[in-house]
């Protein structure tokens, strides 16, 4: 499986910007597919997770509300739409797959084999 994570860029607080991870190669019926960030000097954080069958998403406590994942099956596309950006969602953003994944392992990055190359996120104040 390869991912390959675009969209980012710079914006302003309060802003938008849409990223899109596309995938390519195997498809798990029982995927779950997730977006995790970094931000320098920091550790690589959760952000929000689908399952790719019912579409049940996760969100970590910072970004709900703000941001929503979603999914199209047949593009093999994870999408993350984020709103109301903040300067502290400043990050290398990283789209991730993992087969199998039990709800009390969705936020964490050992349950995903496959990952994407990332995409920077800046948000100025």
């Known amino acids: 499986v390869q991912l390959q994570a675009s969209g980012g860029g710079l914006v302003q607080a309060g802003g938008s910007l849409r990223l899109s991870c596309a995938a390519s190669?195997?498809?798990?019926?029982?995927?779950?597919m997730a977006w995790f960030r970094q931000a320098p000097g920091k550790e690589r954080e959760f952000v929000a997770a689908i399952r790719r069958s019912s579409g049940i998403t996760f969100y970590a406590d910072s970004v709900k509300g703000r941001f929503t994942i979603s999914r199209d099956n047949a593009k093999k596309t994870v999408y993350l739409q984020m709103n109301s950006l903040k300067p502290e969602d400043t990050a290398v953003y990283y789209c991730?797959?993992?087969?199998?994944?039990?709800?009390?392992?969705?936020?964490?990055?050992?349950?995903?084999?496959?990952w994407g190359q990332g995409t920077l996120v800046t948000v100025s104040s």
């Open positions: 991730a797959v993992g087969d199998g994944v039990i709800n009390s392992s969705v936020r964490r990055m050992g349950s995903y084999a496959y």
């Open positions: 190669g195997r498809t798990f019926s029982s995927a779950t």
